[in-house]
């Protein structure tokens, strides 16, 4: 059914539960898991700042990179306890389109996402979990 599988993931609690959830499924399914983290890009008063120290806009850049990784060799260590090779993917740019154009060139049938608990119905609407259940070009399964 689903071989190849997408995890959206970053040091949220709700991307902690959809990593379980994708692992799990993986391993029931045999498919092929892969772990997807944004780096959205920095604020535009960044380059005031950057005015100020003109190194800064590197060093904020290389410390958010260095961070992903350390996220992602935490989750393949999680996913490697039950026996699934977790491949790690940084990305670049708007993550709803950045998350897309992923899902898209890698052929994935199913992203997993993990859902805020407790939010309002309007805050839904413009957050980048609802926007990707709407543009996802497969499956989409939200945990909450």
Request: net charge negative.
């Amino acid at each position: 059914m689903f071989k190849k599988i997408t995890v959206a993931y970053n040091d949220s609690p709700e991307a902690n539960r959809a990593l379980a959830q994708a692992i799990d499924l993986a391993k029931a399914l045999g498919a092929e898991l892969s772990a997807i983290t944004v780096i959205e890009d920095l604020p535009a008063y960044a380059a005031f700042a950057a005015a100020a120290d003109s190194t800064l806009v590197v060093k904020l850049n290389e410390d958010a990179q260095e961070q992903c990784k350390l996220l992602h060799s935490s989750a393949q260590q999680c996913a490697l306890r039950k026996g699934i090779q977790l491949k790690t993917h940084l990305l670049d740019g708007e993550p709803c389109q950045s998350i897309v154009r992923f899902l898209l060139d890698t052929k994935t049938d199913l992203v997993v996402i993990g859902l805020h608990r407790n939010t309002s119905h309007i805050s839904r609407l413009w957050s980048t979990v609802y926007e990707l259940a709407l543009d996802a070009p497969c499956s989409v399964l939200g945990v909450h």
